[in-house]
């Protein structure tokens, strides 16, 4: 081992990562590209895809690399991984409820699951995950649990988003009680609502070294 590994080695012992890969999953439709977009205009102006009220809009990974967060003097820079939606079942005849045809919705439950095929490989990839939960919904899903117990198995560092906290019947605290070992941060991505506590939770979980 060189000096500078050594010396790389001695500093991130003491300070943490300072780039790190992070990867938002979750189930389909629980906000994870708007999230994704509203953390790329808040921090590089720009974002990473786009959203529809149809599930599994997104199906393929999307990225945006170098996203800078600061809180003070900390910083974190992140490239930032927006996953296809989470389904443990996926049937086009869900998709025909959107209008779309036949041929469109069997095309898009291939790629969908295509697509969560590959957000699980990803996880091999990344050094942190923000588990994305919609906090007007029983937290207690077999997505959510499955996704929950792949990252513990793996030992990756993860925050627990309560989105959409902005829409009646929202229970972020049912979130909270329901996985009590783990930090959840109540946030509604689309307003922007509580985000300043989800960056200081980044950086506190995700500059950690990892053992």
């Given at each position: 081992?060189?000096?500078?590994?050594?010396?790389?080695?001695?500093?991130?012992?003491?300070?943490?990562?300072r780039q790190v890969k992070i990867g938002i999953y979750g189930p389909p439709n629980a906000?994870?590209?708007?999230?994704?977009?509203?953390?790329?205009m808040d921090w590089a102006g720009t974002i990473v895809g786009e959203v529809s009220e149809i599930p599994h809009e997104t199906r393929k990974i999307q990225k945006k690399d170098r996203i800078v967060i600061k809180d003070g003097k900390a910083s974190l820079t992140i490239?930032?991984?927006?996953?296809?939606?989470?389904?443990?079942?996926?049937?086009?005849?869900?998709f025909l409820e959107y209008g779309l045809t036949e041929e469109e919705a069997k095309k898009r439950a291939k790629e969908a699951t295509e697509g969560v095929i590959e957000a699980i490989k990803w996880?091999?990839?990344?050094?942190?995950?923000?588990l994305l939960m919609d906090s007007t919904k029983n937290p207690f899903t077999q997505v959510?649990?499955?996704?929950?117990?792949n990252l513990e198995a793996r030992?990756?560092?993860f925050i627990i988003a309560a989105n959409k906290i902005d829409l009646n019947g929202s229970t972020p605290a049912t979130l909270k009680s329901a996985f009590p070992k783990h930090e959840v941060v109540p946030i509604s991505a689309l307003n922007g609502i509580?985000?300043?506590l989800l960056y200081e939770a980044m950086l506190r979980k995700f500059?950690?070294?990892?053992k």
């Amino acid at each position: 081992m060189g000096i500078f590994d050594k010396l790389s080695g001695w500093l991130l012992s003491i300070f943490g990562k300072r780039q790190v890969k992070i990867g938002i999953y979750g189930p389909p439709n629980a906000g994870k590209t708007t999230l994704a977009n509203r953390i790329a205009m808040d921090w590089a102006g720009t974002i990473v895809g786009e959203v529809s009220e149809i599930p599994h809009e997104t199906r393929k990974i999307q990225k945006k690399d170098r996203i800078v967060i600061k809180d003070g003097k900390a910083s974190l820079t992140i490239d930032l991984v927006d996953t296809p939606g989470i389904a443990t079942k996926i049937d086009y005849h869900d998709f025909l409820e959107y209008g779309l045809t036949e041929e469109e919705a069997k095309k898009r439950a291939k790629e969908a699951t295509e697509g969560v095929i590959e957000a699980i490989k990803w996880l091999d990839n990344l050094d942190g995950v923000i588990l994305l939960m919609d906090s007007t919904k029983n937290p207690f899903t077999q997505v959510n649990i499955t996704i929950l117990g792949n990252l513990e198995a793996r030992e990756l560092p993860f925050i627990i988003a309560a989105n959409k906290i902005d829409l009646n019947g929202s229970t972020p605290a049912t979130l909270k009680s329901a996985f009590p070992k783990h930090e959840v941060v109540p946030i509604s991505a689309l307003n922007g609502i509580n985000m300043d506590l989800l960056y200081e939770a980044m950086l506190r979980k995700f500059r950690k070294k990892r053992k």
